[in-house]
């Protein structure tokens, strides 16, 4: 499968963002779907993901109660809502599909090429 994430931008703290994430391929609803991040001198983390009917949606505590993720089948496609953003939300964000729920970077086998956020204070 082939991401490309897109929607990133400049955005004042406490604004918002939407992220999007296109698949290629028609076995997208068979795939775990992730969010992750890296900032600048830091590893990539992992931000939210969601299961292949959207049923669970774990968030890393940093972003819990801000962020929103959803996917829609139809669409081949992910998006992450992101509200209330702070600057220490700057990193590059990476979509990336999984065979099997997991919210560690090395469970997830393709990556979009990343979309750069940058939230100013």
């Known amino acids: 499968v082939q991401l490309q994430a897109f929607g990133g931008g400049l955005v004042q703290a406490g604004g918002s963002l939407r992220l999007s994430c296109a698949a290629s391929?028609?076995?997208?609803?068979?795939?775990?779907m992730g969010w992750f991040r890296q900032a600048p001198g830091k590893e990539r983390e992992f931000v939210a993901a969601?299961?292949?009917?959207?049923?669970?949606?774990p968030y890393a505590d940093a972003v819990k109660g801000r962020f929103t993720i959803s996917r829609d089948n139809a669409k081949n496609t992910v998006y992450l809502q992101m509200n209330s953003l702070k600057p220490d939300d700057t990193a590059i964000y990476y979509c990336?599909?999984?065979?099997?729920?997991?919210?560690?970077?090395?469970?997830?086998?393709?990556w979009g090429q990343g979309t750069l956020v940058t939230v100013s204070s």
């Open positions: 990336a599909s999984a065979a099997r729920f997991a919210i560690t970077v090395g469970m997830y086998d393709y």
């Open positions: 391929g028609r076995t997208f609803s068979s795939y775990v």
């Open positions: 969601i299961t292949r009917s959207g049923g669970s949606t």
